[in-house]
Structure formats: structure tokens, C-alpha cells
């Protein structure tokens, strides 16, 4: 797949261009999902609630429902299957969330991870002086202080004693613990270049403009991939990891037409990159970033052996040759990229109902990979002669293992406002157990997206539900 660089848009000058061929003018797609909308889903349907709700709630912070959890959950076990488990030169990792100070020293967080702040005098409340409009308070209208740095690392203290020596930082990225455990995973694995350190964990940062929904948060989970290339290889990696990135969106049914590539200009790039490009989402907001895929050439690695006085190079035994390693980092946000699915997905359409009205619908047009219900077993009523065997429907194929994740059994409220319920979680088949059933013993898969329903045996149901599941 071709990916496409936003007109106007600079690639830094040491960096190899994009062909000509693949500079096509982007016509942005907008996604046109209210989002207000979608958050009342959200919430409604058990995705995401805001956190500690009934104590009125901490402001940017949010906590996954059970559909929510079951919807993370598939979206990291996609791309951990993709990018670990379907290669063969990438492996996993989970290090810890609290490290030794001197990582952070010498990773250039504590120095260079800020934003610059500006205090209300009146009300105390602190600003972006770049995002600031006019030089008073947005809030009271009152006197501002000069900037101040402002480190956005969360700062907390091991052990009973608060003072310097016992500071610790909740990690801002997971990349640093890839690093820092390069010399581990290369012993044990005897893994040679080019491979790479996938992990999934959460990181905390202080961030002082937080908002749209889960877009932007202070915590948030990370899945990070640090890829190690010999210096020389690392533009051919990025290119290449630039396009696997955007195949897992498009491969998960994003859609392409809201989706571009944005190379940083040089003024734009963070101090340990050559070059870095981001995947961007035409959210209702505008363009927003998903993922960046960063080629930090030997930063990490130099700057962790000269702070440790450990030697991180790696031996190339066919070359003879002793280096330190360029790294190429396509990292994804876990809860961008869950808002991301969510946005992309949702749709309302005009729809029959089945007295022949015509009704507004809401659908979840989620890819089965990652549909936190794979499958609904709805008896036709709670009639007690229907009861038992749909009861025995929903265990063979539960048991079966067909679904490959959640089952669910829903017989409340009539038939129809359960299509539509199952419709707006996103679950790609209804299994619908009737009168006929009990002579038959056959039942009838539904489709969210097309509406259309066929009858199957009941005998053949899990091979049916996992060759429409997993096509
Ligand atoms: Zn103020």
C-alpha cells in the first residue's frame, strides 16, 4: 500500500523523500460522528465512564465498561498478534512502570520533558503560554506570571521518606524500559539485527491541555515497539514500518480516506529523532495524531551507555563489526487508536423494520477481530419451552471456541430493540433461536451490517459463526 504526505507538508532534508507517485492531493474525509453522541454510547452501553463518577468525577480520566474492556482487549491482542506473534523478529517484553531516576536523566525527560507555564496570579491556575490568546487569565481575567518549565512527568517517592534521594517518576513512555533491558533480551534470546521489543503498558504524563473524550489524556496505555536496525538500514525500516503501521488500521477496516501521513518538519521533531511521521485520523475535531513512528537512530542506546558505563553496541559477527544500533519506534496510543475504531465505526442509516417501517438506526460497523460482543444468542421470547435450548445454543458455542471472544445470551425486551441494542455495541452476528427450532433444530444468523439472515443447522452453527467471524 502507497501512503500519502499531506500537501505543504516538509520531510526533514537528510531524509529521503516519498516517491512522487505516492504525493497524492489528500481529500479529507471527515469523520462525521457527533461526538457528544458518541460519548452518551459510551457511557449508555457499558464502553467507557468517566472515572470516580460518584465522587463528580476526575476530570480527563476514564474507566473502560465491560464492553469497553472486552473492545481494549481485542485491539491489543490484534496488534500484538500482527507485530509479535505473526513475525519472526520481534519479540515481547513488560517492564516495570517505576525505574531508577537515572533512566529519566539520562533519557532527557527530566530536563527536556516540559512545557513552558504561565500562573494566574488571581486564581492560580496554570496555562500554556503558547496556547494563550491574550496575556490575562482565560479563566478570571487576571494577572499572569512569566513562564515557567514545567516538568510533565508525574512525580511520586519511594519508600517512607519524601526527599530527593527517594524520588521516583511514573514513566512517561514504555520505550525506556525497552532500552534500558536491550543487553537482557539480546543474551537471552540471541536475536540478531534487525529485530525488534514489543510491550503494552501504561504511562502517566501531566499534561496540562487534556480532552476530546479518551483523545487525549494524562494516563493512557502505550503499545510500544522499539525496532533495532545497523545504522544505514533505519530509512528503508521507517518507510517500511510507516506502511505495516497503516495496514493494521486499514486491515481492522479504517477507513483509508481519513487516514494520511505526516512527515514532522525540523522544527517540529522531538531532540532524539532523525526524522518522524505520524499517522493521522480526520477526527469531527480535525486531524489529530494516532500514531508517530520515529526513527531515534542511536540516541537511546549512546546516551544509556554513557549514563550506566554499560555497553549497549552490538557485534555483528558477519561483519566483524562492533555499533550501536538505530532504532526506528512505531508506537501506537492503545485509547487513540480504541477512539479511533469507535469514531470510524459508528453509523446511523435509514433501516426496514420488520412491520415494514422505515426507522433510523445506529450501527457499530466494527471489524469482528475487535468487536467486544463476537456473537448474541437471543431466544425468539423468554417462553419457557424456547428457554432451554437456547440456553444449549449459547453453550456449544461458547464452548466450541468458534466465537474466539465473547458470547453473549440477551432476552430482554422484544426481538427488534435487541437487533438494535446488539447493532449499537457492534456485534457483527445475532444468533436467533425460535418456535421452528424446537422441530428443525436449525437457527438463524443474523448480519449487522447487511441485515440479512440465513438458517443454519444447528449442528453446523460454530463452523458457520467462525467462517463469518474470521474470513
Ligand atoms: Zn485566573
Given at each position: 500500500?502507497?501512503?500519502?504526505?499531506?500537501?505543504?507538508?516538509?520531510?526533514?532534508?537528510?531524509?529521503?523523500?516519498?516517491?512522487?507517485?505516492?504525493?497524492?492531493?489528500?481529500?479529507?474525509?471527515?469523520?462525521?460522528?457527533?461526538?457528544?453522541?458518541?460519548?452518551?454510547?459510551?457511557?449508555?452501553?457499558?464502553?467507557?465512564?468517566?472515572?470516580?463518577?460518584?465522587?463528580?468525577?476526575?476530570?480527563?480520566?476514564?474507566?473502560?465498561?465491560?464492553?469497553?474492556?472486552?473492545?481494549?482487549?481485542?485491539?491489543?491482542?490484534?496488534?500484538?498478534?500482527?507485530?509479535?506473534?505473526?513475525?519472526?523478529?520481534?519479540?515481547?517484553?513488560?517492564?516495570?512502570?517505576?525505574?531508577?531516576?537515572?533512566?529519566?536523566?539520562?533519557?532527557?525527560?527530566?530536563?527536556?520533558?516540559?512545557?513552558?507555564?504561565?500562573?494566574?496570579?488571581?486564581?492560580?491556575?496554570?496555562?500554556?503560554?503558547?496556547?494563550?490568546?491574550?496575556?490575562?487569565?482565560?479563566?478570571?481575567?487576571?494577572?499572569?506570571?512569566?513562564?515557567?518549565?514545567?516538568?510533565?512527568?508525574?512525580?511520586?517517592?519511594?519508600?517512607?521518606?519524601?526527599?530527593?534521594?527517594?524520588?521516583?517518576?511514573?514513566?512517561?513512555?514504555?520505550?525506556?524500559?525497552?532500552?534500558?533491558?536491550?543487553?537482557?533480551?539480546?543474551?537471552?534470546?540471541?536475536?540478531?539485527?534487525?529485530?525488534?521489543?514489543?510491550?503494552?503498558?501504561?504511562?502517566?504524563?501531566?499534561?496540562?491541555?487534556?480532552?476530546?473524550?479518551?483523545?487525549?489524556?494524562?494516563?493512557?496505555?502505550?503499545?510500544?515497539?522499539?525496532?533495532?536496525?545497523?545504522?544505514?538500514?533505519?530509512?528503508?525500516?521507517?518507510?517500511?514500518?510507516?506502511?505495516?503501521?497503516?495496514?493494521?488500521?486499514?486491515?481492522?477496516?479504517?477507513?483509508?480516506?481519513?487516514?494520511?501521513?505526516?512527515?514532522?518538519?525540523?522544527?517540529?521533531?522531538?531532540?532524539?529523532?532523525?526524522?518522524?511521521?505520524?499517522?493521522?485520523?480526520?477526527?469531527?475535531?480535525?486531524?489529530?495524531?494516532?500514531?508517530?513512528?520515529?526513527?531515534?537512530?542511536?540516541?537511546?542506546?549512546?546516551?544509556?551507555?554513557?549514563?550506566?558505563?554499560?555497553?549497549?553496541?552490538?557485534?555483528?559477527?558477519?561483519?566483524?563489526?562492533?555499533?550501536?544500533?538505530?532504532?526506528?519506534?512505531?508506537?501506537?496510543?492503545?485509547?487513540?487508536?480504541?477512539?479511533?475504531?469507535?469514531?470510524?465505526?459508528?453509523?446511523?442509516?435509514?433501516?426496514?423494520?420488520?412491520?415494514?417501517?422505515?426507522?433510523?438506526?445506529?450501527?457499530?460497523?466494527?471489524?469482528?477481530?475487535?468487536?467486544?460482543?463476537?456473537?448474541?444468542?437471543?431466544?425468539?421470547?423468554?417462553?419457557?419451552?424456547?428457554?432451554?435450548?437456547?440456553?444449549?445454543?449459547?453453550?456449544?458455542?461458547?464452548?466450541?471456541?468458534?466465537?474466539?471472544?465473547?458470547?453473549?445470551?440477551?432476552?430482554?425486551?422484544?426481538?427488534?430493540?435487541?437487533?438494535?441494542?446488539?447493532?449499537?455495541?457492534?456485534?457483527?452476528?445475532?444468533?436467533?433461536?425460535?418456535?421452528?427450532?424446537?422441530?428443525?433444530?436449525?437457527?438463524?444468523?443474523?448480519?449487522?451490517?447487511?441485515?440479512?439472515?440465513?438458517?443454519v443447522a444447528i449442528d453446523d452453527l460454530p463452523s458457520e459463526l467462525g467462517a463469518r467471524?474470521?474470513?
Amino acid at each position: 500500500m502507497s501512503f500519502r504526505l499531506i500537501p505543504g507538508s516538509q520531510l526533514s532534508p537528510e531524509y529521503p523523500s516519498i516517491p512522487e507517485k505516492d504525493k497524492e492531493i489528500v481529500v479529507d474525509s471527515v469523520a462525521s460522528v457527533d461526538l457528544e453522541k458518541l460519548v452518551s454510547l459510551c457511557k449508555r452501553r457499558g464502553f467507557i465512564f468517566q472515572s470516580s463518577e460518584i465522587y463528580g468525577g476526575l476530570s480527563s480520566t476514564w474507566d473502560y465498561g465491560p464492553l469497553g474492556a472486552e473492545l481494549k482487549r481485542n485491539i491489543k491482542d490484534s496488534w500484538w498478534r500482527k507485530f509479535v506473534w505473526e513475525r519472526d523478529d520481534v519479540v515481547g517484553l513488560d517492564s516495570s512502570i517505576l525505574m531508577h531516576p537515572d533512566v529519566w536523566r539520562a533519557s532527557g525527560h527530566v530536563d527536556s520533558f516540559t512545557d513552558p507555564l504561565v500562573e494566574c496570579k488571581e486564581c492560580h491556575q496554570r496555562w500554556r503560554e503558547d496556547q494563550l490568546e491574550e496575556r490575562v487569565c482565560p479563566a478570571c481575567g487576571g494577572e499572569l506570571t512569566e513562564a515557567r518549565n514545567f516538568n510533565l512527568m508525574f512525580k511520586t517517592f519511594i519508600g517512607p521518606v519524601e526527599n530527593d534521594a527517594s524520588v521516583a517518576y511514573l514513566r512517561p513512555e514504555t520505550a525506556q524500559g525497552i532500552f534500558v533491558n536491550f543487553e537482557n533480551v539480546l543474551n537471552s534470546t540471541r536475536k540478531k539485527l534487525p529485530f525488534g521489543i514489543a510491550q503494552i503498558g501504561k504511562a502517566f504524563r501531566n499534561e496540562i491541555t487534556t480532552g476530546n473524550f479518551i483523545f487525549r489524556t494524562r494516563e493512557f496505555e502505550i503499545m510500544e515497539l522499539e525496532f533495532f536496525v545497523a545504522p544505514g538500514q533505519d530509512e528503508d525500516w521507517h518507510k517500511r514500518w510507516v506502511e505495516d503501521c497503516l495496514g493494521w488500521y486499514t486491515g481492522l477496516g479504517v477507513s483509508k480516506e481519513r487516514l494520511r501521513v505526516r512527515a514532522h518538519d525540523t522544527a517540529e521533531l522531538a531532540h532524539y529523532a532523525k526524522a518522524t511521521h505520524d499517522i493521522e485520523y480526520s477526527f469531527p475535531w480535525g486531524w489529530g495524531e494516532i500514531q508517530g513512528i520515529a526513527n531515534r537512530a542511536d540516541f537511546d542506546l549512546k546516551a544509556h551507555a554513557e549514563a550506566s558505563g554499560t555497553s549497549l553496541d552490538y557485534y555483528d559477527d558477519q561483519t566483524k563489526e562492533r555499533f550501536t544500533p538505530y532504532v526506528i519506534e512505531p508506537s501506537a496510543g492503545v485509547d487513540r487508536a480504541l477512539m479511533t475504531f469507535l469514531v470510524d465505526a459508528y453509523t446511523e442509516e435509514e433501516a426496514p423494520t420488520a412491520s415494514g417501517k422505515v426507522e433510523s438506526r445506529v450501527l457499530l460497523k466494527l471489524h469482528p477481530e475487535i468487536a467486544p460482543v463476537k456473537v448474541a444468542i437471543l431466544p425468539l421470547s423468554r417462553n419457557e419451552k424456547l428457554v432451554p435450548l437456547a440456553r444449549e445454543v449459547y453453550d456449544r458455542v461458547r464452548g466450541s471456541g468458534a466465537a474466539k471472544g465473547y458470547v453473549q445470551y440477551d432476552d430482554a425486551q422484544s426481538i427488534g430493540r435487541r437487533y438494535r441494542r446488539q447493532d449499537e455495541i457492534g456485534t457483527p452476528l445475532c444468533v436467533t433461536v425460535d418456535f421452528d427450532s424446537l422441530d428443525d433444530k436449525a437457527v438463524t444468523i443474523r448480519d449487522r451490517d447487511t441485515m440479512e439472515q440465513v438458517r443454519v443447522a444447528i449442528d453446523d452453527l460454530p463452523s458457520e459463526l467462525g467462517a463469518r467471524l474470521h474470513v
